[in-house]
């Protein structure tokens, strides 16, 4: 029996730890908090988040111009999803550490005015979330179960400490956000993996790297292949050169030009050589 789309979602979401929370909580997520596990984690309502997740595509989808939706995370794990979810829905991004007075100075070279924020956490990006309250820019939050909830319009319910429940969260958003606009049709899947929305650790990246390298080397047939394959190899040939022919010491012509005659021999006088220095005997 094939799934439902909400259930596929779900078993997606369980995967990725998205209802893990953590032992903390602030009693305004008591709403989408579901129990409290013997080792005192918390749990979240992921049918909630998942509810909430549509909620945020449909304001999102409100606003006439993606680029005045702004997606910041200065955790480092949600980093690479903000920028995948910025590339694939046209909103802007900032990825790292956030300027003070981008919303509301307005002499900083970085001064935008976004109509909508995505915050990946509230505790750390709390800078972008205070300047969004003086300019009345409302905020989607995904919060965990200790995230405080000041100046939050909009909560998604998610666990925001780990990569993959971080990536699959801006994921399912921006996948959402496209079926709302119509670019992508909801009866098929979306050809975009998941995995392009998770943090890689830099010595995956290398690693993968030297992996590409070694095979490369381990394999000449294959570069010699691409080497025939290339025109601007197959022109050279060992036969287009006579090395019969070759002599080292003919001056260089060029067509339309006579070769300059060799040069005369220099004649040194001998009277005007430098006589030696007397040397005084020791």
Sequence with gaps: MALTQREEDIQKMLAAEVHIGTRNSDHQMNPYIWRRRNDGIHILNIGKTREKLML???IIVAIENP???VAISARPYGQRAVLKFAHYTGCQSIAGRFTPGTFTNQITK???EPRILIITDPRTDSQPVLEASYVNIPVIALCDSDSPLKFVDVVIPANNKGKH?????YW???REVLRLRGSISRAEPWDVSIDLFF???PEEIEKAEETAEFEAAADPTAAAAETAADPAFAAV???AFDAAAFDPMAA???AGFEAAPAAAPVVVDPSLAVPPQFVPEQ
């Design 56 to 58: 945020a595509a449909r």
């Design 67 to 69: 680029a005045d939706v």
């Design 110 to 112: 970085q001064f935008r």
């Design 165 to 169: 429940s971080i990536g699959l969260v």
């Design 172 to 174: 399912m958003l921006a």
């Design 199 to 201: 943090y890689r650790e």
């Design 237 to 239: 040939t060992p036969d």
């Design 252 to 254: 260089p012509t060029m």
